[in-house]
């Protein structure tokens, strides 16, 4: 069994920041891609941001230049760094992992209950 933990979310002003922190636990042999997901009211559930275990990263345009993804490989852990926040960042977050589990020949993509982030004043 995998589970992840997202914490850190919580109300910030717009041009205020956050930092998201999602911890994998269980039965892992190995993770591969760790990225962040959200889903803001009414809206569909998109991409934000994904890392892949030797550090390259992609970003939604929507916060290219304002979120940063990193992961501890050794703590299995990843984070989203948000500065610059939105209202329009308003969402729920979800961290998932990519996980080879021990004992097992195939890779599932795990995924957190998710942390709300609301960005208002």
């Known amino acids: 069994q995998v589970q992840l933990v997202e914490s850190g979310g919580g109300l910030v002003q717009p041009g205020g920041s956050l930092r998201l922190s999602c911890a994998a636990s269980?039965?892992?042999?190995?993770?591969?891609?760790m990225g962040w997901s959200r889903q803001g009211p009414g809206k569909q559930r998109e991409l934000v941001a994904t890392?892949?275990?030797?550090?390259?990263?992609n970003y939604d345009d929507s916060v290219k230049g304002r979120f940063t993804i990193s992961r501890d490989n050794a703590k299995n852990m990843v984070y989203l760094q948000m500065d610059g926040l939105k209202p329009e960042d308003t969402a729920v977050y979800y961290c998932?992992?990519?996980?080879?589990?021990?004992?097992?020949?195939?890779?599932?993509?795990?995924w957190g209950q998710g942390t709300q982030v609301t960005v208002s004043s």
């Open positions: 998932y992992a990519d996980v080879q589990r021990r004992f097992y020949t195939t890779t599932i993509r795990s």
């Open positions: 269980g039965s892992i042999f190995t993770i591969n891609a």
């Open positions: 890392i892949t275990s030797g550090g390259s990263t």
